[in-house]
């Protein structure tokens, strides 16, 4: 199939849809699949941010110039979908923590049927040549569900959070039943190259695939899979930083610091974001080198985020107590070594902060991409631009590895040399590295993205073949439903492909 045939609407399908009337739309990604929607005669579906008694219809509006259609999710279902299954099991699961993996099996039911009233609300919308973009953990069984109604338009998928390993995977109950219904999506696409061969470990061991150069052959499937990772407007940030505002902003941070330098970080509350080592590490900063001590500042911006769950809860407290001793510990009655905001700030008014922070300090204990690193360096003026310390587990490592300073961020030592080194490291050294960042960042930006994406959506992967499909046999013990043609519970190793209707 050319890459030029005349093409469907495109539809993207989301959680939370990523316009909100009353706001202008912000943010590189936002912003990026906006634009693919506009130029696609496109559709944004998703939750509409409330809850209701019953499903609710769907409701069709025009916002920022995008056509975005919601519905209310049941009240009865939305907890056990979102706190419980997606952000209370599939989100730690992602994030390595198996440790807080709460599976219920009521939450796992109620997210299954969440993604099917999702796909029986947009079956009722889709023409037979409209190209579906079905995005993250919330919605991994959203094409399955899709293909149970008869649905046979190109369905790619795209995981913004890590993919785990294997081991990790085997540990959720019915592990083969949720990865096994990846395999009705036309394309999955994933943040790194770690990510993607981690998926093919785990459906070459569970789900009987083999790999190819472009994806897997799963029996008479095939799946494209690729590593497509975020990027941001570039252009756009730089213009948040380097706005009359901005730059006001920026000179009055710089007076009030009166010569210290400020490290920045920008996190949703979530203890994937290494938080608390972070904090740690900051300390380890000040006891190994006392001259840092009156000399640093650290500005720690964490918005509050899925305050129902547990998890986060406690992560607060902890982190609240540890802010605390660090302040009690080092702190004079003129200087506060780490300033901690829980408040959502507008890029515009982050732009200015990054722009007034000589370092900027990016350490997840794992993340998807993390997008704080790429908006840190946009922000920086290129003739005195600051350092990024970023984790060697934030998916932005494998682009930007090279040119920022990669941090194991379980080793506070290793976190509080990497902010010494940032503190006297040579404007030359510095503008180099800022310099070789945005060339990357412009090469793999938001735009690319999607268009990359896009462009495997459309190319030459097989539309689902009507009439039969088969897959390899899963091994035993495996449960049957998810992935497609293994309807026969626990079939035993070794047995082959199989036919059943879509
Ligand atoms: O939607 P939430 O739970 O507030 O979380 C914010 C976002 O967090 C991101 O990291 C997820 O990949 C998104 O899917 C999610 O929307």
Redesign the pocket.
Same mark, same amino acid.
């Given at each position: 199939m050319s890459k030029t045939a005349a093409k469907g609407r495109l539809i993207c399908v +989301? =959680? &939370?849809v990523g316009t909100v009337r009353g706001a202008p739309l912000a943010g590189g990604l936002a912003v990026a699949l906006s634009s693919a929607l506009i130029a696609n005669r496109g559709l944004w579906f998703g939750w509409s941010g409330k809850t209701a008694s019953e499903a609710g219809a769907v409701v069709l509006e025009e916002i920022n110039g995008i056509n975005v259609a919601t519905l209310d999710l049941p009240t009865a279902d939305f907890d056990h979908y979102y706190a419980g299954y997606a =952000?209370g099991c599939l989100w730690p699961l992602c994030h390595f923590r198996l440790d807080l993996v709460q599976f219920a099996r009521e939450h796992y039911d109620a997210y299954r049927r969440i993604n099917a009233l999702i796909a029986r609300r947009l079956a009722d919308l889709l023409k037979p040549d409209d190209r579906i973009w079905v995005h993250?953990y !919330?919605l991994i069984p959203l094409a399955e569900e899709l293909r149970a109604l008869g649905c046979r338009n190109r369905i790619g998928f795209f995981l !913004?959070?890590p993919t785990p390993p294997h081991e990790l995977l085997a540990a959720l109950p019915r592990h083969r039943e949720l990865m096994g219904s990846l395999l009705h999506y036309d394309v999955v696409g994933l943040q790194t190259e770690a990510d993607r061969h981690r998926l093919h470990d785990y459906a070459v061991r569970e789900l009987g695939c083999s790999v190819t150069d472009d994806g897997m052959n799963c029996g008479t499937r095939r799946i494209r899979t690729g590593a497509f990772p975020v990027g941001i407007d570039v252009d756009e940030f730089v213009g948040y930083a380097t706005s009359p505002r901005a730059l006001q902003e920026s000179r009055r941070m710089s007076k009030l610091l009166d010569g210290r330098t400020q490290v920045i970080g920008v996190d &949703?509350l979530d203890y994937s974001k290494g938080l608390l080592r972070r904090a740690a590490g900051f300390e380890r900063l000040l006891e190994k080198y006392p001259r840092a001590q009156r000399n640093v500042e650290f500005l720690q911006v964490t918005p509050i +985020? &899925?305050g129902e769950v547990r998890a986060y809860q406690d992560f607060r407290t902890e982190l609240e107590a540890l802010a605390s001793h660090i302040n009690g510990r080092f702190g004079t009655f003129d200087w506060t070594p780490l300033r901690y905001l829980n408040k959502a700030l507008p890029q515009r008014t982050l732009a200015a902060l990054y722009r007034a922070s000589r370092i900027g300090l990016v350490t997840p204990i794992r993340d998807?991409m993390n997008l704080v690193a790429k908006e840190y360096v946009a922000a920086q003026d290129p003739e005195d631009p600051g350092v990024l310390i970023l984790s060697s587990f934030a998916g932005a490592a494998e682009q930007m590895g090279d040119d920022a300073l990669l941090v194991n961020p379980y080793d506070p030592d290793d976190v509080a040399d990497a902010l010494e080194r940032a503190r006297w490291m040579s404007l030359e050294e510095r503008i180099e590295r800022h310099r070789d960042l945005m060339a990357g960042m412009r090469r793999q930006s938001a735009d690319h993205w999607q268009r990359s994406y896009l462009e495997a959506l459309d190319g030459d992967a097989p539309a689902v073949p009507a009439g039969h499909i088969t897959v390899a046999a899963a091994p035993a013990g495996f449960t049957g439903k998810g992935v497609p043609g293994t309807s026969t519970p626990n079939r035993p190793a070794g047995h082959r492909a199989q036919a059943v209707s879509p």
């Open positions: +989301s =959680n &939370r =952000n993250d !919330h !913004h959070i &949703r +985020s &899925r998807g």
